[in-house]
């Protein structure tokens, strides 16, 4: 723990000078879609706006935890700066979550104003918002662990950049649209993205009456993806040391 800890510190001091462009890139994007699509989706139905507003959310998570940790770890591997972080008594699953908790530390505030802003502009209650404290860091974690692991296998950081923006955007289109509207193969395809499960849970939390059973299954389901996620993250990481 206290080697995570160390390692926690040393990555926030890294991206506070990245902060600023962090909480405004992230932010402002999902704001964006927020407005952008109030004028063009179906305002009447409650399950499009909640879906909307919970997709736009988690993508601020998404933003960093795939794209930025893509780009950051293809960096780290091209560069043969893994080797440090190889002799720290620390596992690589242990380095993957600590450096995306010290980039997400900048974007929870931009995840919470997003979340409020759609909540308020789609006409949600603000009740159940307390589920953001258990739904950003299960998302987080499952995605950071696939950014990470991007960034490890690709071949050239390009590469990791380019898998790190088509992952993203991937997260924002399966991330808003309700599954019932999405055609059957794509319906498969939401089934095994990760962030989809985290999306449901928080869409559930703008309803006035919500089904406990299955928040607690969605967000099962993220605890599992996010243990799996960092799993191959770590093996990734160690074959990268390695390599």
Known sequence: ???????????????????????????????????????????????????????????????????????????LRASGALDHYATLPVSGAAVVLATAAAYATFTVPGAVLTAVVGALVYGLPLGHLWLLVLVLPLAGAGLAGLGASLGLLAPRPELATVLGQLGM????????????????????????????YAVDALALSFRTRWDTGLVIRDLGVCVAVAVAALAVASVAFRRAVRA
Request: charged share 10%.
């Open 1 to 75: 723990m206290n080697g995570f800890a160390a390692l926690y510190g040393g990555q926030v001091s890294r991206a506070r000078a990245a902060r600023v462009p962090l909480l405004f890139v992230a932010t402002l994007q999902s704001l964006g879609i927020l407005l952008l699509l109030r004028g063009v989706v179906d305002t009447t139905s409650d399950t499009t706006a909640q879906q909307v507003v919970a997709g736009s959310t988690v993508l601020v998570v998404a933003f960093v935890a795939l794209n930025l940790l893509a780009q950051r770890f293809g960096a």
């Open 169 to 196: 955007s991937g997260v924002l289109f399966i991330g808003i649209i309700p599954a019932a509207r999405l055609p059957e193969v794509l319906r498969a395809v939401r089934a095994v993205v990760p962030s989809t």
